[in-house]
């Protein structure tokens, strides 16, 4: 999900907030990135990864020249608030429309 007007307003702030540098780590760059999207990432379990289970939201920092990706947890941020999980579709067993029903076990992701 792509940032709206507040919460890139908010990630300055935060960056700002916390000296977050802003140079690229891999090409050296000075002030040239822009705030991607919100992404999430399964937890690994005991049990593996699964699809359709929790997960944790990230935010993307985008370096202009080389593309290089950072992420920040979006949560210590403030830019994802987790009761809006539900309506996007985050945790199992809300993902409407996602081809699952109740009685379907998430899908395994083997490593
Ligand atoms: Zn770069």
């Given amino acids: 999900m792509a940032l709206d007007q507040s919460q890139q ?3 300055v702030e935060w960056m700002d907030s916390k000296k977050i540098r802003t140079d690229c ?3 050296g760059t000075p002030d ?3 705030p991607g999207d919100i992404v ?3 937890i690994s379990r005991p049990d593996g990864l699964h ?3 929790e997960v944790n939201p990230m935010v993307e920092i985008i370096c202009g020249n080389c593309g290089h ?3 920040f947890a979006a949560l ?3 830019i994802y608030k987790k009761e809006r999980r539900g309506k996007e579709h985050c945790d199992a067993g809300s993902r409407a429309g996602a081809g699952e029903n109740k009685n379907s076990k998430p899908y395994t992701i083997s490593l």
């Fill in 9 to 11: 307003r908010m990630l």
């Fill in 25 to 27: 780590p891999a090409c």
């Fill in 32 to 34: 040239s990135w822009t």
């Fill in 40 to 42: 999430a990432a399964p």
């Fill in 51 to 53: 699809v359709g289970r």
């Fill in 69 to 71: 990706i950072r992420f």
């Fill in 76 to 78: 210590p941020i403030g």
